[in-house]
Each structure stands twice: as structure tokens, then as C-alpha cells.
């Protein structure tokens, strides 16, 4: 019996470091191949599992798979509430030896200040587009959205999303994120129901289907959303309104008690590479985080409006996280809005 | 030969009703076969999604996830219907008893419960008994909310028939088990094949609870198209649906056949 | 004794599984109910109504009004039951033909014809639920098909309606209707129509008087199938509907897995929900019962 036990205790210990690693991302968010490039390069072997919105991942993570995962991609807001219920691990520049390749302006960001637990995935915009060939004015301001002309009205796509839709809302009236101001709260709330009538639906995973189809002739969408619309054939144009825009970032981060915490850097260190940064940028059609892309990119996505913002426009924000009182007050908005 | 069964209108509705659910199912074929990226605008013949389902970078995901949705569906539902024919028996045949009620609801609960919650409240209840999740939990919740569908229809099934065939048979000194496995289980079989039918689908095509209770690196079908989906529909989605749908005609085809080699009628 | 130890027998895998696996998590989420909200989903172990007030009574848009009926979730459970009572009769109507249909087939193509029902359902809901949407949307097939034959002048507005989220259930959910109801028309026996027939009975009033009674269980069966789920239904409403209102289905959604992460309200909206449907089936099964 003992003779046995000693060597089926050996069998039964886990394979360490060495060789794995467990990444919990979205779906079809990363090439295959620079996976399997990842993996020549370092011989560790990859599983990524999925998820299909932030929040599902939070409450997974919160429900009991912390501890089984290595790496997640979280975005930017949802970096700041994994920092606060203490989900993340942190990284030294020296460990991070990459971290150089990030471009400047992302170094220090409001969810992660000096990068100590995440480094930058994709970044894009969240604004709305409009197909020419129904509307043909200007489309320069977030009116368009929230209180259409004529030809938009009932045909307007809204993203079913909670901070996008608060966020972009705030910004047109100009009010500030996360305000406690109760007049400036009641505005926001009059001025969305007012707006509702004229929206045709609320969905964020058909923003792109439903201008293609025609079902809606303006939308709430992301850029990469509507650089694939107008690949499809949609006579879309993507707007960068005066009020501003919503900037948001998609970023690895380094997860608590992560069973291969050396793997998970080497693959965040891998994914600051130039060229790596590329070939994701390539795959999502969004933005790297990362400097010195600019020559491994494909032209359609070097060259798409979507990705070259004019200059002049107002700057994008990040969504911001509300302490538990504020957002207390803007879930009131939002269910109030749908209900 | 119109005889006392036959009513006008029911052919109708019942070919109206296939046309209504086969023409969305036409739409994916066509798609399935788009030369351009969308699923809603037309740019020519391709083969290519085929091709990127088997050979492309998802493949290898997509045909796991094929292949675990369908071993769990296929487990959960036989294992689901055997438990439900036995809850069935003893409810329905025999006199009213003590707790019934209660198991009535009891068998029904999965049904009561709204997916998202059971969901949570599962994964929840695994990691707080330190079960680790991955295949067999996916599979042990699937055989649980499966079981109410396939007892109601055999349920209704035994309903029908009077407890005197078993007592016919048991006066013509049949044991318990030969009146059982020669008697009441051939009049019970549509109602078990309807059962079990029911489970089959609703485990192939569950995803909020597959979702929230599966392991790390694992799929099912419903889970790895959601997930795909969020990037947008692309027609290789289409692809794999036409075929599942191709996979689903071959059994009808062996299910005749089989039926056909040992069929004796009534 | 021996029939009752058979019986304890018979009904213990499913106490067992269903026991283990779903009363003690659905108890479990009894309890949430009466917890304390965690900052963005979870819960703290603290007892609180704020789960139950927050769905009945409702303090203004700031929480700081006196206290008044919170009519916005009973809506929301009214506009559901409506939804999923329409989805019921719809599948009804279709679905008893069409099983009748089936089960009066010949023995040897009964078996096709119950595939040709489900096969469809091997495609996955979201994808059948978008090719759907595609075929009714105002430049899609159906519109284009009936401007073809001049039937209507201008397209059918179809998304977006609660006749689309109608379809949407009923598409979802019809072989759930048919199947039951297929199992006790089979074994119907036929010599109680001929009988009818013999004194003289239309085939409508044999369909209204007898068939109709003999085969309830399937009916009820069949109902019970279709309305539950449909009360729970969110992708149906949603991507047919435009997602412009909650229904419950979405509404318990949001607390799980959207950004409000209200963990105890979503426990509280199901318990409500829970106890709305135990109700009927209790009826039901006391209905059952009584006429033994």
C-alpha cells in the first residue's frame, strides 16, 4: 500500500508554474495565433475561458472563482471596483519590464494610477453613429440621440447599457459624473424619459446588426462597432459630438492569489510587445495602449475615421465609479428608465 | 378514409406551424453560406464559414464545446427521464398520500425558479461545499432542472391509463416487475419519449445556468455562441447552427429506420 | 407497507437531486433576500428589509419622500403574466391542433413528424431568435413577400411590438406545449368519438365535450410549460421587443449579472415571483387531487 501511496502522491501534485496558465477573457477578443505565439515562445500552455460582460464576470469572481484564474480583462471602471474589494495582485516596474512600451498618456490613468495592477489592452470610444444616407445634417452634438429630428425619430438604437447611456445623458446636459445635485439628477431623469419615445430599441450586442439591417437609422455604438457596420455596408457615419464622448479601456489585470503568477507577467509583459499589441489591434479593430504599433497595423484600421478622431473635438471621458450612495441614486434613473 | 379523428383545419395549422418554425432555420442555412461578413446583407456564395469551422482558429473551441453540450444533454436527459418515470409512478398511480403535495411542488421547482437565480444560487451552493465546478457540475444541475420536463408529459401520459391493465396483468399472475416492464411501460412510452425529447432540448440549449456553473476552460455550445456573440453575429455562428441542423436530420433519419426494423403494430 | 416503502423508493433519486441541488440553493436565496446589499453584488450577512421595500413601497427618486405603494414592479409582473398568458393561449391554439394532427398520423411517421417538431430547437435559441427578427423587420422577407402580393401597401411594423415578443415566445416554447399534450391525445380511445358520432354529434361538439376533457392533463400539462418560462423570458422580449421595458426575466437579470449588482432584490423579486407560481401549481395539484 505505501509503496504505492508515495509515487500516486507525487502523480497527484499539480503541475506548478512551470507550464500553465488560465486567462478569463472575452470571447473572440484575442487572435489564436499570437496565443499559440505566446506559447512557442514560452512554452506555457494557455486555456482562456469566457465571459460575456464585466458584470458576469465580477459576479463570478465574487462567487467563488477567484483563485482560478490567472489574468482577466477587465474595463477601466470595473479595474477600479476590483482594486477596491481587494481582487487584484500588483506588479513592480521590475517585474514589468514592458511597462515602458505604454503610451504616456495611458501610464497614469484615474482607475489605476502608475499601473500597478493592470497594463492596457484595447482602448476605443463610445459615441453614435448616423446613416447618411437618412440624415444628412450635421450630426456634430448628442441632440441627435436625445432629442431627435424628425427623420431619426423611432428609428434610434440605444446601447443597453446602464453607464453609457447615464454618462453620455450626463455629458449633454452637462452635468458632472457621479453629481449628488439633486436638481442636476432630476433633469437627467426628465430629459431620458422625455427622449425614450423616439428610441426603437435598447441593445448593445445588435448596436452593429441593427444599422446594417436598417432596423435603426442612428445608434449608440461603439467605434470598432461602426468601423465594422461601415465594412458591411452600412452608410454610417461615426460621431465625435461637442458635449464629448465616452473613452473606455479594456485591461489585463493581474488577479489575486493567481495560481501562476509568473506566467500571468510573462504574458502581460508579452502583450506590451509593439507587434503583439498589433496583431490584437488588428483582430478587434480597436486601439492599442501601446507605443510604436503604428507599423505592424493594417491599413483599413490605421486609416478608419473610427480610429483617427478630427482634431478640434472634445475629448472623450472615462465612465467614472460612484461611491455606493451616488450609484444608488443613478440605478433609480436607469430603472426608472426602463421600467 | 376521413374517419371520426380527422378534423378540418388541423393539417393546416399543423404544416402553417412548421413553415413558422422553419423559416427563421432557412434564413441561418442561407447565411451560413454569406460570402460577406454580415448576417443581415447579402455578398455572394462562400463556403468559406464550413472551412473556418472546422479548420479555423476557433475550431478546436467550438467542436469541444459541440461535443460537451451534447455527452451532458444526452446523460442529463436519460438520467433526468429514468428519475422522473419512477416520481411519476408513484404519484400518479396509488392513492393520495401524505406529502404529495409537497413533492408536486418539489418535482416543479426547477421550473418556478427563474434560471439566473438558480444559476447564482448554485454556484454559490458549490463553492461552498468545496465541489469544483467543471463538467460533472454542469451535468449534476442539468439532470436537476431537467427532471420536471420530462415528468410532466409522462405524468399526463400515465394519467390516461387505468391502473386495471396492471392489475390484469398481476391476476394473470405476472410479477410486479413483468406487469411494469410488459404492460405499463409500453402504454407509458410516447410519455417517456416525449419526456425525454423535452429534457434533451432544454439541456442542449440551456445557457444562464451552464454559464455560472461551468469550470474554467470548459464549454457548451450555447455558451461559447453567447460569448462569440458578443462581438457581433458573424455568419460562422450560422455555420455551426446548419450543422447541428444537419446532425439533427441524420437522427431523425437512424430513428426511422431503427423504428421502422422493430416496429410491430398495436 | 409495502406500497408505501415502494412508493418512498420510487421517490427518493428524485427528492434526492432535486433536494439537494435546488431547494438548498433556492432556500439559500430566501435568505439573500433578507440580507444586506453589497456594494456592487454580493451580500453582507446582515438582516434587512431593504430588499422587500425597495419592491414595495417606493420613497421618491431620492429615497427621501414619505413612504407610497411602489407600483412600477407590480407592473412589471402584470405586463409578464399578461405576456406569457397571450404566449400560452398562442401556443394553445396552434400547438393542440398540431399534436392532434400528429398523434392521428399513422403509428409509423408519428415519430417523424415529433422530430420535425423539435429538431428546430437543436439551433440555438439566440440564433433562431435573430433569424426570426430578420425575417419580420420592415425590409425584410415577410414584408418584401407580402408587398409582392399586393396584400399590403406598406410594411408590417413588426420589431419592436409586443405581437413580435409574442411570436418570439411562441417560438421558444412550443414543443413544450405540444408534447404533453401529443402524449394524452395518443392514447385517446377512439371509440368514444365514434361513440359520439354514433348519437349524432358533431365532430365539434365530440371535440368540446369529450376529447377536450379526457385529454386535460396533457392541456394543463402543456400550459404549465409554456407559461412559467414565459414569465422568466427575457431574450424574447428583449431582442423582439427592443428591450425598451423591463420584464421580470430582465429585471432579475440586472440584479445578477448588470451593473446594479443588487443581489438581495434579485433574491426578493424571485421569491415574489416563486410564490406566484406555487400558488397556481398548489391549486392545480389540490385540483388533481379531488378528483381522484
Redesign the interface.
Known sequence: MKRLLIPALLCATPAFAEGEL?V?H????I???LVDKFTAETGIAV???????NE?ML??LK???LG??DVAVPADFMVGIMAADGMLDSFTPEEMTNLGNVAPQWLDVPFDAGRKHSIPYQWGTTSFSVNRDVYKGDIGSLGIIFNPPDELKGRINVLDSQNEVLVLGSLYLGIPQCSTDRAQLQALNDMLLVAKPHWASFGS??A??VL??GDAAAGMIYNG?SA?AR???ANVEYAYPKEGHVVWMDNVVLLKDAPNRENAIRFMNFLLVPENAAAVTNY?AYTAGVTGVEPFLDDAIKNSPENNPPAGITPGVFAQACDEATQKLYDAVWTNLKK | MK?????P???A??V???V??????I??MA?SFNG??????W?GFSLHWYTQVFTG??APRFGQAARNSLTIAALASTTAT???T??A???VQ????RG??A?????????????????????????AIGLT?GYFTIL??H???C?P?AY??????L???APSYEAAARDLYATRWQAFRLVLLP?MM??V??GW??AF?IS??D?IIT??VK?????T?????????????KPN??AI?TL??A???L??TL??FI??KG?R?? | MA??R??TL??L???A???V??????L??AV?SFLTKEFRGGVEWQFSLAAYDQFFLTRGLFGDEPAAIEWTYINIFWRSIWQAALATLLCLM??F??A???A?RP??SR??????????????????T???K??IRDNG?LNEFLIALNLIDNPLPLVNTNLAVQLGLF?SY???MV??I???V???D?AL??A??DLYAS?WT??REIILP??K??I??GC??VF??SL?AFLAPDLLGGAKTFM??SL??EQ??GSQGN?PF??AV?MV??TL??IV??FH??AQ?SR?
Open positions: 488560465k478569463y472575452w470571447f473572440e477578443y487572435p489564436q495565433e486555456t482562456i475561458d469566457t465571459y460575456d460582460s458576469s459576479a463570478s462567487a467563488g472563482k482560478q484564474y450586442d445588435i452593429k446588426d446594417v439591417s462597432f465594422k465594412a458591411e455596408g478587434a | 374517419g371520426v379523428r380527422h378534423y383545419g388541423f393539417m395549422v399543423t402553417g406551424c412548421l413558422v418554425l422553419y423559416a427563421p432555420l434564413v441561418v447565411y460577406s461578413n454580415s448576417i443581415t446583407q455578398g482558429p476557433e429514468l428519475i422522473a419512477a416520481a409512478i408513484a404519484m396509488g392513492a393520495p398520500f404529495k403535495g413533492t408536486f411542488a418539489l418535482i416543479n421547482l426547477p421550473l418556478m425558479v427563474p434560471e439566473i437565480v438558480t444559476a447564482v444560487a448554485t454556484l454559490i451552493f458549490f463553492s465546478t449534476i444541475a439532470i436537476a432542472f427532471i420536463f410532466l408529459p409522462i405524468a399526463a401520459r394519467e390516461g391509463i402504454l410516447p410519455g419519449a416525449a425529447l423535452l432540448i442542449l440549449d445557457f454559464n455560472f469550470g474554467a476552460g470548459i464549454e455550445l450555447p455558451t461559447a455562441i453567447f460569448g462569440a456573440v458578443k462581438q457581433g453575429i455562428i450560422m447552427s447541428m441542423l446532425v439533427s436530420i437522427f431523425v430513428a426511422w423504428n421502422r416496429h403494430t398495436p | 406500497d408505501t415502494r412508493r420510487l421517490l433519486p428524485t427528492w437531486v432535486i433536494g441541488l435546488m431547494l438548498i440553493p433556492v439559500l436565496m439573500y396552434i400547438g391542433p398540431t392532434w394532427f400528429i392521428t403509428p409509423s415519430a417523424i413528424w415529433l422530430f420535425l417538431i423539435t429538431v428546430p430547437y437543436w439551433v440555438n435559441l439566440l440564433i433562431r435573430v433569424s426570426l430578420f425575417l422577407p417560438y412550443l414543443p413544450f408534447l404533453p401529443y402524449a394524452a395518443e392514447r385517446y377512439t368519438s365514434e359520439a358520432a365532430r365530440t371535440l379526457v385529454v392533463p396533457g394543463v400539462a404549465i410549460l412559467v418560462p422568466g421580470i426575466g432579475i437579470d445578477f449579472r443581489w434579485g433574491a424571485s415571483l416563486m407560481v406555487l401549481l398548489m395539484a389540490r387531487g381522484r
